[in-house]
Nanobody, 125 residues
Framework: QVQLVESGGGLVQAGGSLRLSCTAS????????MGWFRQAPGKEREFVAV????????YYADSVKGRFTISRDNAKNTVYLQMNSLKSEDTAVYYC??????????????????WGQGTQVTVSS
């Protein structure tokens, strides 16, 4: 069993920044590719970003490319999502997810093995 706990969500003004964190309760954190997804009210969950096991490769949704940065610190069992230039359409519950031995930088949520509880991000205009 793997537990993922997100933190860092909150209320921020448009144009501002926020950093989300996700910490995993697992010894072999470096065996998981880590992704971020988000879900706005009334909408389907959508892919945001993914990072490979070593942190050497990333992939982003077009909607956040250039504004968001995913990173990880394997020594701390933590993956981050730095969100800059936030827009109102970024408002959603953000989830981190773990893909055991993932190596394809998947955008498909069903391919992930473990999920956090989510953290709310609200961007005001």
């Amino acid at each position: 069993q793997v537990q993922l706990v997100e933190s860092g969500g909150g209320l921020v003004q448009a144009g501002g920044s926020l950093r989300l964190s996700c910490t995993a309760s697992v010894r072999t954190f470096n065996q998981y590719a880590m992704g971020w997804f988000r879900q706005a009210p009334g909408k389907e969950r959508e892919f945001v970003a993914v990072i490979n096991r070593t942190g050497g490769s990333t992939y982003y949704a077009d909607s956040v490319k250039g504004r968001f940065t995913i990173s990880r610190d394997n020594a701390k069992n933590t993956v981050y999502l730095q969100m800059n230039s936030l827009k109102s359409e970024d408002t959603a519950v953000y989830y981190c997810a773990a893909d055991y031995y993932g190596s394809t930088l998947s955008r498909v949520d069903r391919l992930y093995d473990y999920w956090g509880q989510g953290t709310q991000v609200t961007v005001s205009s």
